[in-house]
């Protein structure tokens, strides 16, 4: 993929991750528009140059709306990245957690079907273009504290592959974007040993540049996670993994 000369669209780039690719790709020598929730990081990214537009993947007509702005902006938009998410702790031996899984799943996995919808009548009548979407290493080795998170990104990339063979001849790539735990503000919390973000989003931006761009873009950093299964290790590594239930608050001591 060249990244010099794109016109990309992130959804949900207000921070972490997408804030950061956003700038990565702008200082690639593409053009960048952001979409998000949070009006003070958008006007923040709008102080550094980034066209932006408010944006809530959980409101169809929020999405819609968006659409219509961005494309207005930006008509030659050729690249679109669906980085919302919402990263949340769920007990599930307490009925109370299926609120925080209806959030997570309208969020990771809706929201991501939400903001393709909208977008791919323009890029397939353009014959040329890309979708990214971002699941996780969580969708292929579960962090047992929060297993929506990990149900809503196994199906994003379930859906990711499908998306890739219904587009195949329309000239509209599709790329899974497979983090692992990246030190953004977020992460930090949760896993003190994350990948930290700047090295992170070279790595990223490297693999991207590659031609042929990969279907997925996988650090070094997430291949225990990617072919766990694969490897034997998977079993193992999530009894490790489940040691992290004492971080849900009715477990602790």
């Known amino acids: 993929m060249d990244l010099s000369n794109r016109t990309v669209f992130i959804a949900g780039g207000t921070s ?4 950061e690719l956003a700038r990565r790709f702008a200082a690639a020598g593409s053009t960048v528009a952001i979409g998000g929730r949070n009006p003070c990081a958008l006007s923040e ?3 550094e140059g980034f066209t932006t537009f408010a944006l809530d993947v959980t409101d169809r007509a929020s999405v819609t709306s968006a659409r219509a702005a961005v494309l207005a902006r930006h008509p030659g938009l050729d690249t679109v990245v669906t980085m919302s998410g919402v990263m949340l702790l769920e007990d599930l031996r307490d009925p109370a957690h299926f609120e925080t899984a209806e959030t997570t799943i309208d969020t990771n996995l809706l929201g991501t079907i939400r903001v393709i919808d909208a977008f791919t009548p323009h890029l397939t009548q353009r014959r040329a ?8 290493g969580i969708a292929f080795l579960p962090f047992p504290p929060m297993p929506s998170y990990a149900a809503s990104k196994a199906a994003v990339h379930a ?3 499908a998306l890739r063979a219904q587009l195949d001849g329309t000239g509209v790539g599709v790329v899974e974007l497979v983090p692992p735990a990246v030190a953004t503000a977020d992460q930090h919390e949760v896993n003190p040993q994350a990948l930290p973000l700047d090295d992170f989003a070279t790595e990223v931006m490297h693999l991207l540049s590659q031609d042929p761009t990969p279907q997925e873009i996988l650090v070094k950093g997430v291949l225990t996670h990617r072919w766990a299964e694969r490897d034997g290790t ?8 489940s040691q992290a239930l004492s971080m849900l608050p009715d477990r602790q001591g």
């Open 234 to 241: 998977y079993h193992g590594l999530v009894a490790q993994r």
């Open 16 to 19: 972490g991750i997408g804030r």
């Open 159 to 161: 859906y990711t592959e």
């Open 129 to 136: 273009g890309t979708f990214i979407t971002v699941t996780s």
């Open 45 to 47: 990214l709008a102080e």
